[in-house]
């Protein structure tokens, strides 16, 4: 009768770290099902996000071309500039010049 008591008491603690493999595989699966559903719900508002984001640079990029057309030397002389009559260049090539490097 020992050994069947031994048995049992053996089969009553296969069964009961089965049954706890079970719950946690259950619980592992449950939190693995939410993650991933999370973490599809918070791609989907990053891409609106960024579309909102492209969509306000496209704003952006249009106000500044259309910001960059508008001036012009009127423009300019109305904010207190004055035009530059003098038509030096800061390097003057008229003249030919040659180097020669010696070979020392």
């Known amino acids: ?8 008491q053996r089969d009553s603690k296969i069964l009961m770290m089965m049954f706890g493999v079970l719950v946690f595989l259950a619980l592992m ?7 991933t559903i ?19 640079i496209a704003e952006l990029e249009t106000d500044y071309i259309l910001a960059q057309n508008s001036i012009n030397t009127e423009l300019a002389i109305e904010k ?5 009559d ?3 260049l800061f390097a003057d090539r008229s003249v030919s010049t040659l180097v020669l490097s010696t070979g020392n």
């Open 86 to 88: 003098n038509k030096k």
């Open 38 to 56: 999370l973490h599809t719900v918070v791609r989907k508002e990053v891409a609106k996000s960024i579309i909102e984001l492209e969509s306000k």
């Open 80 to 84: 207190g500039f004055i035009p530059n």
């Open 1 to 8: 009768m020992n050994v069947t008591t031994d048995i049992v």
């Open 29 to 35: 699966y449950m939190y693995f099902v939410s993650s």
